[in-house]
């Protein structure tokens, strides 16, 4: 059973904006912390943000200002919304849902979208 729909992304010039969603099973959106992960080409998987579940958000540094995460409760979506694109944001984004092991922060995992920036 599918938690986690990824939609969104794509391809946009620097300095562009992107929006990516997941849509999640309802006690999944209610019960869990949620986030946004991504992994460069050739590089390994980063944190880019996290919420709670009441809406206290966490950004990583190199995103900062640029991102934002938010929880629409009326359609158990996560999103992302993606300002002032650099092409070092190019990546595979993932959502994630319900903190796991150390080793497997997240139990749950969307399907990744790609996100491309040009310059």
């Known amino acids: 059973q599918v938690q986690l729909v990824q939609s969104g992304g794509g391809s946009v010039q620097a300095g562009g904006s992107l929006k990516l969603s997941c849509a999640a099973h309802?006690?999944?959106?209610?019960?869990?912390?949620m986030a946004w992960y991504r992994q460069p080409p050739g590089k390994e998987r980063e944190l880019v943000s996290e919420i709670s579940i009441d809406d206290v958000s966490e950004y990583a540094d190199s995103v900062k200002g640029r991102f934002t995460i938010s929880r629409d409760y009326s359609k158990n979506t996560l999103s992302l919304q993606m300002n002032s694109l650099k092409t070092e944001d190019t990546a595979v984004y993932y959502c994630?849902?319900?903190?796991?092991?150390?080793?497997?922060?997240?139990?749950?995992w969307g399907q990744g979208t790609q996100v491309t920036v040009s310059s």
């Open positions: 309802e006690y999944i959106f209610t019960y869990c912390r």
């Open positions: 994630a849902a319900c903190p796991y092991t150390q080793t497997n922060p997240y139990q749950y």
